[in-house]
């Protein structure tokens, strides 16, 4: 396929992403020449290195030079000296979503895993059945994923397994076969202007879909009941519930374990799939395992290789990862959760593990998600006993001064009272959960920042 893209040397500003690296990791095995840049060293460019990409430590004009295309992410300012420099050399230029909607056109069955929440363990689920059912796909996930070793495969049939983001309407510069629309709730409000706007994203991503082409949706979702009214007639629907026996695919007899992994069946037609146990904790995974098995259905894929692929799943990175204990025994798990609902979910399926107390320790990610959403952060950590709120994480933003984590924890108290504390220091936090846990509790790190490496000062 790698005969279909024009360009032979291609520079990646920010190669160290998640997404990106995958790109550039399939690129690199079709024979491409990489190079690339981002701000700091990590494993993930270091496996890249290995691989025989040129990579520089820092943005400066002088790593370009006689690429032949020059891809960059959403995050990338205007004014990056490597833009710039490619603008005067005249080499062309492409955002990482339209590059990828270009790979996406190479594969007739793209599956694109959309929604506000679970993209990355839905992709997963789908990935490890159809590799079960050996369709041998090609995957880019939005996380290291232990059975394929990494973030991306390349395999060598028609199937490309793949998360769509919505953000800056990135999800519609791809091509297609397959959609799952998850859920479609308030995010990205930096980008959007309401919920209407979103669903109206939703609404253009698909009708990208071609003739005869696949929607999986979640009618669970309020947003995604009113999508789901409004289908082309050409379009294939099916739809997924753990909640209305009406779906196409409705996950009922839900059951947890002391772990709280899900054993449950699904109706189908006049089918039933006994037995489907999980190896992920909480409800919101049965949900996901739904969309996962109405997928798996469109493709013909048989109820026994779906139930093995979906046993197989044990998480992914940054996906309520267990990373050790802390010097009091109190188990530490790490999650990427960074909005209310995933927060919500996040903390409901871990309080249905044995536990005394549950210590949540949140970095919100960006000003402008924790004020807009702000109501609702408010109400979000009702399942943990205490809630240490730490600095937001700017990301791409400046600090305005209209929001802060110290507001956060004063709402949250109004509402909860000594329900949050506000730690500024990493090492602070350690201290308090030192002096506050046993090993009868449980210790989250969460947020899409750097609130990850926590966990080596805890453990």
């Known amino acids: 396929m790698k005969e279909n893209i024009d360009y032979k040397k291609i520079h990646m500003i920010g190669i160290g992403g998640i997404s990106m690296s995958g790109i550039a990791h399939i690129l690199l095995k079709w024979g491409y020449q990489i190079t690339g840049s981002d701000r700091t060293n990590s494993d993930i460019i270091q496996q890249l290195v290995d691989k025989g990409a040129k990579i520089f430590i820092g943005h400066d004009g002088k790593n370009i030079t006689d690429q032949d295309l020059i891809v960059y992410t959403a995050a990338i300012p205007d004014n990056n000296p490597e833009l710039i420099r490619a603008r005067e050399l005249g080499i062309d230029i492409m955002e990482r979503a339209e590059f990828l909607g270009k790979l996406t056109k190479l594969y007739p069955k793209t599956i694109a895993i959309s929604g506000t929440h679970g993209k990355t363990t839905t992709t997963s689920m789908i990935s490890l059945c159809f590799l079960e059912a050996n369709l041998d796909p090609s995957i880019q996930v939005g996380s290291v994923v232990p059975q394929i070793n990494g973030n991306y495969k390349v395999g060598n049939s028609e199937y490309f397994v793949i998360e769509a983001c919505e953000y800056v309407n990135s999800f519609l510069h791809f091509y297609p076969q397959t959609e799952i629309i ?27 879909l071609p003739t005869n082409g696949n929607l999986i949706i979640n009618i669970d979702n309020a947003q995604c009941r009113k999508l789901s009214q409004d289908i082309r007639n050409d379009i294939n629907i099916l739809t997924y519930s753990i909640e209305n026996e009406d779906a196409d695919i409705y996950g009922f007899n839900i059951k947890f374990n002391e772990n709280g992994c899900a054993t449950f069946d699904v109706k189908y037609k006049h089918n039933i799939i006994e037995n489907i146990n999980l190896n992920v904790i909480g409800l919101h995974n049965v949900s996901n395992a739904c969309a996962c098995i109405a997928t798996c259905i ?21 996906r ?24 919500k979910a996040l903390l ?6 044995k536990h005394d107390k549950i210590v949540a320790v949140f970095q919100p990610h960006t000003y402008s998600r924790t004020k807009t959403l702000l109501n609702s952060f408010i109400d979000c950590f009702t399942n943990c006993d205490i809630a240490i709120i730490t600095d937001i994480y700017a990301a791409r933003e400046i600090d305005d001064g209209t929001i802060s984590s110290k507001i956060l924890v004063d709402e949250i108290n109004k509402k909860h009272p000594n329900k949050a504390i506000y ?9 308090y959960i030192e002096n506050n846990t046993n090993d009868n509790d449980i210790v989250l790190t969460i947020g899409a920042g750097t609130i990850t490496n926590l966990s080596k000062y805890l453990i």
């Open 182 to 208: 998850l859920n479609i709730e308030e995010d990205h409000l930096d980008f959007f202007k309401d919920i209407n706007d979103i669903t109206s994203s939703f609404d253009k991503f698909v009708n990208i």
């Open 298 to 318: 469109a493709h013909n894929i048989d109820f026994e290789t779906i139930k093995k692929g979906l046993y197989s799943f044990k998480g992914s990175q940054r």
């Open 320 to 343: 309520f990862e267990y990373k050790g204990k802390t010097k009091t025994g109190a188990k530490i798990y790490d999650d990427y959760a960074h909005h209310p609902t995933e927060i």
């Open 348 to 353: 409901n399926a871990s309080s249905k593990q």
């Open 423 to 431: 730690i500024s220091n990493f090492e602070d936090i350690q201290k």
